[in-house]
T-cell receptor, first 112, second 114 residues
Framework: DGGITQSPKYLFRKEGQNVTLSCEQN?????MYWYRQDPGQGLRLIYY???????QKGDIAEGYSVSREKKESFPLTVTSAQKNPTAFYLC???????????FGSGTRLTVV | GENVEQHPSTLSVQEGDSAVIKCTYS??????FPWYKQELGKGPQLIID?????GEKKDQRIAVTLNKTAKHFSLHITETQPEDSAVYFC?????????????FGTGTRLQVTL
């Protein structure tokens, strides 16, 4: 059953902590994306990667970091430098040359 | 970069009525315009898309129209049903820079009432 797996579904972070959100795909898609979703603001691009070992900043990359060591995996780290990390985080993928995204089911991060 | 505006932010219709959501985009080079439906607590799912060489596309009760001159596109849902209640996002891609990267609108919360 091909798809995208995001984990965990819910995540709580204390002030000053780094946390890592997982995104794994078995669709053999080349490109992977991380979006942040806040109420009334739609989906904003954090980072994206079109090939292994390469990634680019999106519109709101400050306070986040990523890696792309394997085609299947694109983890997102929310660092302590991100001042307002509480949000719903979505991972998406698509094939090279294709525009249509497949989304994961998201991770809801809350700062406590 | 691309900027996509979406209206209205909320829309309430009675079951059986039609719903229309409108989006405008800024980059005249954009050539791909998808619509996504997001149910509560889930990731968005693609429901229909259109490319710039087509003016209209229909899939059962859902249709999308594109006016490239005016740089706007719209989602039309006919004979709405309660299961159509969700948040809908438009997006645009294909302009300068990374061709496959989507820019999203801010979403429309559609409520279909009985």
């Amino acid at each position: 059953d091909g798809g995208i797996t995001q984990s965990p579904k819910y995540l709580f972070r204390k002030e000053g902590q780094n946390v890592t959100l997982s995104c794994e795909q078995n669709l053999n898609h080349d490109a992977m994306y991380w979006y942040r979703q806040d109420p009334g603001q739609g989906l904003r691009l954090i980072y994206y990667s079109q090939i292994v070992n390469d990634f680019q900043k999106g519109d709101i990359a400050e306070g986040y970091s990523v890696s792309r060591e394997k085609k299947e995996s694109f983890p997102l780290t929310v660092t302590s430098a991100q001042k307002n990390p509480t949000a719903f985080y979505l991972c998406a993928t698509n094939r090279q040359g294709s525009y249509g995204y497949t989304f994961g089911s998201g991770t809801r991060l809350t700062v406590v | 970069g691309e900027n996509v505006e979406q209206h209205p932010s909320t829309l309430s219709v009675q079951e059986g009525d039609s719903a229309v959501i409108k989006c405008t985009y800024s980059d005249s080079a954009s050539n791909y315009f998808p619509w996504y439906k997001q149910e509560l607590g889930k990731g968005p799912q693609l429901i229909i898309d259109i490319r710039s060489n087509v003016g209209e596309k229909k899939d059962q009760r859902i249709a999308v129209t594109l006016n490239k001159t005016a740089k706007h596109f719209s989602l039309h849902i006919t004979e709405t049903q309660p299961e159509d209640s969700a948040v809908y996002f438009c997006a645009a891609a294909g302009g300068g820079g990374t061709a496959s990267k989507l820019t999203f609108g801010t979403g429309t919360r559609l409520q279909v009432t009985l």
